[in-house]
């Protein structure tokens, strides 16, 4: 079982930046691969970014060159720098870990892109 918290959600000024934590209940050696998804009212849930355990990561269209995917192993966390911050990219943010056999959920931190 792997427990994530998600933080660093809110309400930001396009053009503005915030950063996500996610934070992992297991040893990041125990997951394979860690990653953010949104969904916004009325859409599907989109994969924005992830982060393999070696490293290798993969970001949507959407956010390249905007957004950074990292992780500290020691601290069993991931993080999504969100720079240049859009209307649309207004969602919920989730953080998903994916683990043999399974993957796991956050509940999610609202992020607010204001025009």
């Known amino acids: 079982q792997v427990q994530l918290v998600e933080s660093g959600g809110g309400l930001v000024q396009a053009g503005g930046s915030l950063r996500l934590s996610c934070a992992a209940s297991?040893?990041?050696?125990?997951?394979?691969?860690m990653g953010w998804y949104r969904q916004a009212p009325g859409k599907q849930r989109e994969m924005v970014a992830f982060?393999?355990?070696?490293?290798?990561?993969n970001y949507a269209d959407s956010v390249k060159g905007r957004f950074t995917i990292s992780k500290d192993n020691a601290k069993n966390t991931v993080y999504l720098q969100m720079n240049s911050l859009k209307p649309e990219d207004t969602a919920v943010y989730l953080c998903?870990?994916?683990?043999?056999?399974?993957?796991?959920w956050g509940q999610g931190t609202q992020v607010t892109v204001s025009s």
């Open positions: 982060i393999s355990s070696g490293g290798s990561t």
């Open positions: 998903n870990a994916v683990v043999p056999f399974r993957d796991y």
């Open positions: 297991k040893s990041m050696s125990s997951i394979r691969t």
